[in-house]
């Protein structure tokens, strides 16, 4: 004989509470992930106010580290530290020909006026603005300058123009400028060969220079040299009398008589007074 089970039943009232307390837990689970974060090395971060105004350009900004913040805020990172644009571009030179110059700008945004750069250009500022700038800059500097010139003689004046211009234009942007360098420039062919042609001459002529320089410098040495030597004899000329030339002569006489080859000495009986060796053999 069979059995029948009643199946249990079900209370509405505790599945409610079941379900409250689901919701109730996926709430606090919700509201603790939202509300604590972590800004990583290097960066900084703005809260956006989602029931409020928005990003307040005068906001202090969140350092790195730990943070707790309201749930229904959101965060907008930044990163602070030094980074670097690449650009290759070509430029007109002031004879209006073509010059491929490669740039590298390093920069970062300015810690105390993130607020106001997210405002105006938001994360992606480096496109926006710092690459337009960089490209209208150095068409602006280099159009003054040869391209021999660019290349040579002023590109260190032409690097400073670059980065003070730029320095300007992203201080007026919320962005500091670190440093700007000129890594590469290529001419065309025919115009390298040109500027390398000129710069050879100049270098023959300065050497040339050079050479007629150390040429008149000997030659001023032995003027000077020459005057030196003459300036002696006329003192020595003037110094030596018939007395002392006799006297030297009998000194050497006398020096001549101590050898073995002379025998007698007549003291006065030269020419001039000078004396005379008699026996020699």
């Known amino acids: 004989m069979s059995q029948y089970y009643e199946p249990a039943k079900i209370d509405p009232k505790g599945i409610r509470k079941v379900m409250i307390g689901v919701v109730v837990v996926l709430i606090l689970l919700w509201v603790f992930f939202r509300s604590f974060i972590t800004i990583d090395a290097g960066h900084s971060a703005l809260v956006f106010?989602?029931?409020?105004?928005?990003?307040?350009?005068?906001?202090?900004?969140?350092?790195?580290?730990?943070?707790?913040?309201?749930?229904?805020?959101?965060?907008?990172?930044?990163?602070?530290?030094?980074?670097?644009?690449?650009?290759?571009?070509?430029?007109?030179?002031?004879?209006?020909?073509?010059?491929?110059?490669?740039?590298?700008?390093?920069?970062?945004?300015?810690?105390?006026?993130l607020g106001r750069l997210e405002l105006k250009w938001g994360r992606g500022y480096k496109d926006k603005m710092i690459v337009p700038a960089m490209r209208a800059v150095v068409r602006e500097v280099v159009a003054k300058y040869l391209p021999e010139e660019v290349n040579t003689t002023k590109r260190e004046l032409i690097q400073q123009a670059i980065e003070d211009r730029m320095e300007e234009k992203l201080k007026n942007n919320f962005v500091q400028l670190q440093d700007v360098l000129i890594r590469n420039i290529e001419m065309p062919p025919k115009l390298r060969a040109s500027i390398e042609k000129k710069l050879q001459q100049e270098q023959e002529a300065l050497?040339?220079?050079f050479r007629i320089a150390?040429?008149?410098?000997?030659?001023?040495?032995?003027?000077?040299?020459?005057?030196?030597?003459?300036?002696?004899?006329?003192?020595?000329?003037?110094?030596?009398?018939?007395?002392?030339?006799?006297?030297?002569g009998i000194e050497a006489t006398l020096e001549l008589a101590k050898s073995p080859n002379a025998k007698v000495v007549v003291v006065g009986s030269g020419k001039d007074g000078l004396p005379i060796i008699l026996g020699g053999q």
């Not at 209006?96 to 105390?112: A, C, H, W």
């Not at 040429?215 to 030196?228: D, H, S, V």
């Open 49 to 113: 106010h989602s029931l409020g105004s928005g990003i307040d350009p005068e906001q202090r900004a969140l350092d790195q580290g730990f943070h707790v913040i309201a749930p229904w805020n959101k965060i907008v990172d930044y990163e602070i530290r030094d980074q670097e644009v690449f650009n290759e571009m070509t430029v007109l030179s002031s004879n209006l020909l073509d010059i491929k110059m490669e740039f590298t700008i390093f920069y970062k945004p300015q810690y105390e006026n």
């Open 207 to 209: 050497e040339y220079e």
């Open 214 to 248: 150390r040429a008149q410098k000997e030659k001023e040495r032995l003027e000077i040299e020459a005057e030196g030597v003459r300036k002696f004899q006329e003192i020595v000329t003037q110094s030596i009398t018939e007395d002392l030339l006799r006297w030297k």
